[in-house]
């Protein structure tokens, strides 16, 4: 589900629209919270990666029940009119690409760097704040953490910040072992 949130083409697209109508609005913090939970409800809820991925349900109930999701959550109005569009254009397969194309713009926009943490197990507060303080030191500016738990990779830890991908874990490191021992 996390791999879920890759940019494409079409993904982009939409969310350059979205971006520049929050902007133009005065409505970017609003609808870059919406973005936040939708990425949220997207990654926690089968029925809702079912209903805008699902090709047997119409674009228009897509959109009614899009819509629907996001007056509940009292999303701004203008990422509840920008989901029924998406939806009404036969797009709403693409929300994640469109979560990720706005995250990226407004990470570019407010000079945020992301980092997404992954670990075999929940890390603590403690490990939470030694990490930050490392990628600060890195990076220069404290980065916006996202964590995720994924116990294939047994133990350690990886790191994405932008493209790069420091990977740490366990199940690399044997996988690593494995193959140089086939090698020999």
Known sequence: MADDFRTTEVGDRYAQALFDLA???GRLDAVRADVVSL???WTESADLRRLATSPVISADDQA???TAVA???RFEQNTVNFLGLLAQNGRAR???AVIAGFERLYAKHAGIVAAEVVSAQPLDAKQLAAIKT???KSLGKAPELTTR?????LGGLKV???SKLFDASLKTKLDQMKFALKRA
């Open 23 to 25: 902007l133009e609005t």
């Open 39 to 41: 990425k949220t409800a």
């Open 64 to 66: 009614k029940g899009l």
């Open 71 to 73: 007056a509940k959550a």
């Open 94 to 96: 693409d929300l994640a």
């Open 134 to 136: 490392a990628l600060n």
């Open 149 to 153: 738990v994924d116990p294939a990779i």
């Open 160 to 162: 994405k910040v932008g």
